[in-house]
């Protein structure tokens, strides 16, 4: 390729050739960035999995134009034979280029790096296509896929970065508005600037098409035209402008989704780790689905055109000059009809920021108290109040959709404001444009002055139906952030309680109470400390002073309501520190609370968990507990499901199955808050 370009240059100097003023300079530049060509795509394949975006897109825009050129060097033949022959080469090698860029680097890549998805070695050209997603189409349609025929997942959509990111920046509750939105878009910015390029393009793609009115003339006069050649230029400018709107419109899409997914992908997990972190009296498990479902899925609606808020005022203002020039001042017309969609739309979307919260508030009351039926089911039908449950859920839902119709109403606005411009934009600027020129008495217009002035209405009321769309949603998106917000950064102080202490004591196994007998360091030590379920609360602990050591046996009494539970979960760190000094030891710790938790799984799995399975050790863990029997006599032993909340098991057999899972973890601190409560004298002698 170099040496092809070095004679170029060379038969551009010869005298003989018609050249340019600018056509050796051209050759001569033409040299070094070929130069400059092979150095960067050596590096490039060296340190890249996928091919370079701009080495190919570098490629195709030459060859383009180099195309241009061969073909007037042909031209002129036979004065310019040798420089064609040679420019022709030189096209060749550089089409065979662009392929050799355009391929992966599978073979670069050593087997230690695992199973990489194929959109990792995707070139731009293979992205704006969707072409590595083929193998995935011809497996399925072959055989049945399963999840391990699925790709993995992109590293761009990790989120455990911005997780960790977001996480040391936020230590504090903010004070602005948005302030959390911002902080998305500021950790997203580079993902959020990569879709700006592809939109920019489409915009230029879209307003290239009224200047095709040209190739209406030629149709209208039969293809006669004095230039030849006319027609394959029509052809390829038709072409270029709409597989160039395609591939636009795939790379914007392609980042938008990307964008757009890890946004749900932080938000979900931050509301999941915020949840892990509240004190679990206090947690409210069916406000974290109500976020997780409801508000993400509104704030992934209203980013889904988060470009729009720009691209759309950019894209009316071309097209209203664009129509001023086609038609004159009656384009004021169309401008009249978009200031009242765009005004209109921007006078409902607060308002439905505001609705919308108040709707999924309503949403909200509604999920959790049908989580709290089914949670006590048998309990209802001991008692025979289905009938009522089912009246109050059925006046909740009643109510969700009373608060759902203002914000409803709205939506319905939004949509009559954007069809109002697009059904009225055209009739109202050709009505006006007629009715001026019969009043000054000027000729019909002409068809291509019509063509082209639909073409650009359509081009001007497609934007103002987006932008007004795109910001409602987007408002309706901001709420849903404030909401988001407000749950994570409330009682932020309870996840590091102030004043206190985690302390990690030296080789601590957290398997054998023998092993740490000899600790002079207390296990959990309070000094003179004050206890409250949040910031706002007052203390229902005071003065509380203790240390428990290793190896040791410690019992909290008092009557019922004295603060014993909320001790223990003060231990687990369940509780704000108000004053005073704690110092737990960094442990595994392990705990049995009055009520046990039982997921929907077999016995087996309730004890387990995600431990390594030991199965003498369950063996034992079942013996002190008193359950050998039962995984026995059972019908599927321990496979047999608890069903939910432990439905098929009595009070005394899910006490048990928890202070199993308790034991089973081997834990250096195990604390059990009344756990003989459901179990009978015998059973409680037994495995006390």
């Given at each position: 390729?170099?040496?092809?370009?070095?004679?170029?240059?060379?038969?551009?100097?010869?005298?003989?050739?018609?050249?340019?003023?600018?056509?050796?300079?051209?050759?001569?530049?033409?040299?070094?960035?070929?130069?400059?060509?092979?150095?960067?795509?050596?590096?490039?394949?060296?340190?890249?999995?996928?091919?370079?975006?701009?080495?190919?897109?570098?490629?195709?825009?030459?060859?383009?134009?180099?195309?241009?050129?061969?073909?007037?060097?042909?031209?002129?033949?036979?004065?310019?034979?040798?420089?064609?022959?040679?420019?022709?080469?030189?096209?060749?090698?550089?089409?065979?280029?662009?392929?050799?860029?355009?391929?992966?680097?599978?073979?670069?890549?050593?087997?230690?790096?695992?199973?990489?998805?194929?959109?990792?070695?995707?070139?731009?050209?293979?992205?704006?296509?969707?072409?590595?997603?083929?193998?995935?189409?011809?497996s399925g349609f072959r055989d049945e896929l399963s999840l391990d025929d699925l790709y993995p997942l992109d590293e761009?959509?990790?989120?455990?970065?911005?997780?960790?990111?977001?996480?040391?920046?936020?230590?504090?509750?903010?004070?602005?508005?948005?302030?959390?939105?911002?902080?998305?878009?500021?950790?997203?910015?580079?993902?959020?600037?990569?879709?700006?390029?592809?939109?920019?393009?489409?915009?230029?793609?879209?307003?290239?098409?009224?200047?095709?009115?040209?190739?209406?003339?030629?149709?209208?006069?039969?293809?006669?035209?004095?230039?030849?050649?006319?027609?394959?230029?029509?052809?390829?400018?038709?072409?270029?402008?709409?597989?160039?709107?395609?591939?636009?419109?795939?790379?914007?899409?392609?980042?938008?989704?990307?964008?757009?997914?890890?946004?749900?992908?932080?938000?979900?997990?931050?509301?999941?780790?915020?949840?892990?972190?509240?004190?679990?009296?206090?947690?409210?498990?069916?406000?974290?689905?109500?976020?997780?479902?409801?508000?993400?899925?509104?704030?992934?609606?209203?980013?889904?055109?988060?470009?729009?808020?720009?691209?759309?005022?950019?894209?009316?203002?071309?097209?209203?000059?664009?129509?001023?020039?086609?038609?004159?001042?009656?384009?004021?017309?169309?401008?009249?009809?978009?200031?009242?969609?765009?005004?209109?739309?921007?006078?409902?979307?607060?308002?439905?920021?505001?609705?919308?919260?108040?709707?999924?508030?309503?949403?909200?009351?509604?999920?959790?108290?049908?989580?709290?039926?089914?949670?006590?089911?048998?309990?209802?039908?001991?008692?025979?109040?289905?009938?009522?449950?089912?009246?109050?859920?059925?006046?909740?839902?009643?109510?969700?959709?009373?608060?759902?119709?203002?914000?409803?109403?709205?939506?319905?606005?939004?949509?009559?404001?954007?069809?109002?411009?697009?059904?009225?934009?055209?009739?109202?600027?050709?009505?006006?444009?007629?009715?001026?020129?019969?009043?000054?008495?000027?000729?019909?217009?002409?068809?291509?002055?019509?063509?082209?002035?639909?073409?650009?209405?359509?081009?001007?009321?497609?934007?103002?139906?987006?932008?007004?769309?795109?910001?409602?949603?987007?408002?309706?998106?901001?709420?849903?952030?404030?909401?988001?917000?407000?749950?994570?950064?409330?009682?932020?102080?309870?996840?590091?309680?102030?004043?206190?202490?985690?302390?990690?004591?030296?080789?601590?196994?957290?398997?054998?109470?023998?092993?740490?007998?000899?600790?002079?360091?207390?296990?959990?030590?309070?000094?003179?400390?004050?206890?409250?379920?949040?910031?706002?609360?007052?203390?229902?602990?005071?003065?509380?002073?203790?240390?428990?050591?290793?190896?040791?046996?410690?019992?909290?009494?008092?009557?019922?309501?004295?603060?014993?539970?909320?001790?223990?979960?003060?231990?687990?760190?369940?509780?704000?520190?108000?004053?005073?000094?704690?110092?737990?030891?960094?442990?595994?710790?392990?705990?049995?609370?009055?009520?046990?938790?039982?997921?929907?799984?077999?016995?087996?799995?309730?004890?387990?968990?995600?431990?390594?399975?030991?199965?003498?050790?369950?063996?034992?863990?079942?013996?002190?507990?008193?359950?050998?029997?039962?995984?026995?006599?059972?019908?599927?032993?321990?496979?047999?499901?608890?069903?939910?909340s432990g439905a098929q098991l009595s009070g005394g057999q899910k006490q048990r199955v928890a202070l199993a899972r308790?034991?089973?973890?081997?834990?250096?601190?195990?604390?059990?808050?009344?756990?003989?409560?459901?179990?009978?004298?015998?059973?409680?002698?037994?495995?006390?």
């Amino acid at each position: 390729m170099l040496a092809l370009k070095f004679v170029l240059l060379i038969l551009w100097c010869l005298p003989q050739f018609l050249a340019t003023k600018i056509s050796v300079a051209s050759a001569t530049v033409g040299m070094i960035n070929t130069l400059a060509l092979l150095l960067l795509s050596h590096y490039d394949h060296a340190r890249s999995l996928k091919p370079s975006s701009l080495i190919c897109l570098y490629l195709l825009g030459s060859i383009i134009f180099e195309i241009a050129q061969v073909r007037t060097l042909w031209l002129f033949h036979p004065i310019s034979y040798s420089l064609a022959a040679a420019a022709t080469a030189a096209l060749v090698v550089r089409s065979l280029l662009l392929v050799l860029e355009t391929s992966e680097n599978r073979d670069t890549l050593s087997p230690q790096h695992g199973r990489i998805s194929p959109e990792s070695f995707a070139g731009i050209f293979s992205q704006s296509t969707y072409w590595w997603l083929n193998g995935l189409f011809i497996s399925g349609f072959r055989d049945e896929l399963s999840l391990d025929d699925l790709y993995p997942l992109d590293e761009e959509l990790w989120t455990k970065s911005l997780i960790s990111r977001g996480d040391q920046q936020w230590k504090e509750k903010p004070t602005r508005r948005l302030a959390f939105f911002r902080n998305i878009i500021y950790d997203l910015k580079w993902t959020v600037a990569a879709a700006v390029a592809p939109r920019l393009c489409l915009i230029g793609f879209e307003f290239a098409q009224p200047f095709l009115n040209d190739l209406i003339n030629y149709v209208s006069d039969n293809g006669c035209s004095e230039v030849s050649g006319v027609k394959y230029g029509f052809i390829g400018a038709t072409v270029l402008i709409y597989v160039g709107i395609a591939v636009s419109t795939a790379l914007f899409k392609r980042q938008v989704i990307h964008k757009v997914t890890m946004t749900r992908g932080s938000l979900v997990t931050m509301i999941y780790v915020k949840t892990l972190c509240q004190a679990s009296g206090r947690c409210q498990e069916t406000r974290s689905t109500t976020l997780m479902s409801t508000d993400v899925d509104r704030i992934v609606t209203g980013l889904l055109n988060f470009h729009e808020l720009w691209a759309s005022p950019v894209e009316i203002v071309i097209a209203l000059v664009l129509l001023s020039r086609s038609v004159g001042y009656p384009s004021a017309a169309a401008l009249a009809v978009t200031l009242v969609s765009v005004l209109g739309s921007s006078y409902l979307a607060p308002r439905m920021r505001q609705w919308q919260k108040i709707w999924v508030q309503a949403v909200q009351e509604r999920v959790s108290f049908t989580s709290v039926i089914l949670k006590e089911l048998r309990q209802i039908k001991m008692f025979g109040a289905e009938s009522d449950i089912g009246f109050k859920i059925h006046k909740l839902r009643e109510f969700e959709l009373r608060q759902s119709k203002p914000y409803r109403s709205m939506i319905v606005g939004v949509n009559v404001l954007s069809a109002l411009s697009t059904a009225i934009t055209p009739a109202v600027t050709i009505a006006v444009y007629a009715a001026t020129q019969l009043k000054l008495r000027l000729e019909t217009p002409s068809t291509d002055i019509v063509f082209t002035s639909l073409s650009l209405i359509s081009l001007l009321t497609n934007p103002v139906v987006l932008l007004s769309a795109s910001w409602t949603r987007f408002t309706s998106a901001t709420g849903c952030f404030d909401r988001i917000q407000e749950f994570l950064y409330k009682d932020r102080a309870n996840e590091v309680p102030a004043g206190s202490e985690w302390v990690a004591p030296e080789n601590v196994s957290g398997t054998k109470l023998n092993s740490v007998s000899a600790q002079s360091q207390p296990l959990v030590c309070m000094a003179d400390c004050s206890f409250s379920l949040g910031l706002d609360n007052p203390a229902i602990l005071d003065g509380i002073t203790l240390k428990i050591q290793y190896a040791s046996y410690t019992a909290v009494t008092g009557p019922i309501g004295s603060g014993k539970s909320p001790l223990l979960e003060a231990i687990l760190g369940e509780m704000y520190l108000r004053e005073g000094s704690l110092s737990v030891s960094l442990v595994k710790m392990a705990y049995c609370k009055q009520n046990p938790w039982i997921f929907n799984g077999t016995l087996k799995v309730n004890i387990i968990g995600e431990s390594h399975a030991d199965e003498k050790w369950l063996e034992e863990a079942l013996y002190v507990c008193d359950l050998d029997i039962e995984a026995t006599t059972l019908p599927l032993g321990l496979d047999i499901v608890a069903g939910s909340s432990g439905a098929q098991l009595s009070g005394g057999q899910k006490q048990r199955v928890a202070l199993a899972r308790a034991i089973y973890a081997k834990p250096s601190l195990l604390v059990l808050d009344d756990c003989f409560g459901a179990l009978d004298t015998v059973t409680s002698r037994i495995v006390f």
